[in-house]
């Protein structure tokens, strides 16, 4: 999957997560501020894990390219 496709997806599923979460949350009764701190985090994860490359080269090899 290319880096473009991934932040389109993540900006996609970024938005359904805020607005999906807060109404089952309060559904259950749990309060945003409980909550909040782990979806900001989850969506931290989703960004860093579309911008950042999926492979790196082994830095302990002795090959040189």
């Known amino acids: 999957m290319s880096t473009l496709s991934k932040i389109v997806i993540t900006l996609v599923v970024i938005p359904i997560f805020f607005y999906v979460l ?6 259950f009764g749990i309060q945003s501020r409980v909550y ?10 989703l960004v860093l894990n579309a911008i ?14």
């Open 36 to 45: 909040m701190i782990y979806v900001i985090w989850f969506m931290a994860l």
């Open 52 to 65: 950042l490359p999926s492979s790196l080269p082994n830095m302990f090899s002795r090959i040189e390219v």
């Open 22 to 27: 807060p109404v089952a949350f309060n559904f």
